[in-house]
């Protein structure tokens, strides 16, 4: 699959930068810059400020679309020279002298005399973010973060590249899943010990990956003065709401009201499988012995499937889906050479979404799909704000719009399934997300320790990682396979491409579930709640996203509580 922008729409013709310029070469886009510098000066009235506003955030658009494009491509194709050789070039040649010329532009932002004339409650969450980013900004760590990436591209290419010969062919990590979901406890046995012996095989070198990686970000905070990197991140994160104090108190309500959540769900798979004990194989499969759900055999079927899922949902959000499908804006088939994981970018020039998954055929392809469904609506329904960076929510918001768009799908599963089906693939996303906030809790409390002692020793690490697994884990025995649960979190990709982004997924699983809650009392209002919140973007701060879609904006006890208290009534736990 190659993505191709000839077949996009221009509906938003550029203004300030010229039509013509390519903007994959320096001396393209140089001049922009110092046009934007020039006319700085001259911003001397709010309305020629927002004017200069408005071009700086036309010039942000297209180069960050040039970066996307080539980010897609590469992780499209990981194996093609030719995409990996331009994503270097952009992020080796490009963005290094990108961040300079934009922390240039913030300062003179911040200096203009017509800013504090701007209008306060529409520009209140620019200003905060633009004065955040220049107090961080270094110059020594431009090519400390040019590093960073290239070594996040290098954990990408290395697990894209992991494959296995099983059932007489070569298949990716991620087509094996399938066979965890079968009901022969041979095959789940044989399948799972392949996957986690080519795993091993790169252990040393992902963990010398991750060892540079930690070097890197501990220099750069240092370099921007703080302590450590946890200090660092929470500020270039932009949590300005909450602390690392407010995660501590999600870990231990997780681990006060999940836990045993958790571990009674895996109690009562064990007696239904008539098991001594519980091995890793053996927690994908359904434990009433029925063959795994396989709602689709191509991704067509997939996206047929999805798009009317979404119209009954809302029918706006299906035509919105049809034309990402019309315009070759979804590769969702795993392949090898394709990157691991699913994500949604957006191609900030055009405004338009793009949906990059690894579909093998299974029940969680669907469940991605709808997520990644939710985040690209978010971009559609901000797309006319004329501010590209009030076209982002916060990552704690922007995860309710995932996260929530799968909750309300899920009474429209008989798309895929029979009556009998469609329930239980519910069921089981209600329990995969008990196991997810715990999991959360897990990567979350792991990157807290990781990056408040520097300098530990791999060992150091894993017996951290052990640790919290005991913590928060549940029941299965590993015994025999004590290197791969030590080198388990290897598999999580963002502990190597976006550090301390995690937390985020339990707040806004705790939000989507909120979004759930109401749903099963009024859809309608709970559906028209959260295209509202998400037409606002990022313009105003986290708490009032969060209160537009009727939610309290919080993840502690009292939240955790009352979520595991609706998901134990739903699955119907003593």
Known sequence: MVLDLSK????????FVPEQARLAEWEEIEPLFDELERRASQTDSPEALEEWLL??????????EEGSVRYIRMTCQTDNPDYEKAYLYFVEEIEPRLKPRFHKLNELYLKSPARSRLPRERYEVLDRKTENAVALFREENVPLETEEEKLGQRYQKLTGAMTVEYDGKEQTLQQMARYLEEPDRGVRREAWELVAERRLKDREAIDEIYDELLALRQRIAQNAGFADYREYAFRKRERFDYTPEDCARYHEAVERYVVPLYRELQRQRQREMGLSELRPWDLNVDP??????????TAQELID???EIFTRVDPELGQKFARMAELGLLDLESRKGKAPGGYQATLEEHRLPFIFMNAVGRDGDVRTLLH???HAFHSFAAREEPLVTYRHAPLEFAEVASMGMELLSAPHLEVFYAPEEAERSRREHLEGIVGILCWIATIDAFQHWIYTHPGHTRQER???????RRRFGGIE??????????SLWHRQLHLFLVPFYYIEYGIAQLGALGIWLRSQKDYEGAVAAYKRALALGGSKPLPQLFEAAGLPFDFGERAVAQAASGLKTALEIP
């Open 8 to 15: 996009l729409p221009k509906d938003f013709p550029r203004r």
């Open 305 to 307: 499937g999805c798009r």
């Open 55 to 64: 071009d700086r955030s036309e010039l942000t658009a297209a180069v960050h």
């Open 288 to 297: 009433q012995g029925r063959p795994p759900l396989r709602p689709f055999e």
């Open 477 to 486: 025995s590993w015994d025999g396979y004590e290197d791969a649960l030590r």
């Open 462 to 468: 894993e017996e951290k990682w052990l640790e919290l």
């Open 372 to 374: 990644e469904g939710g």
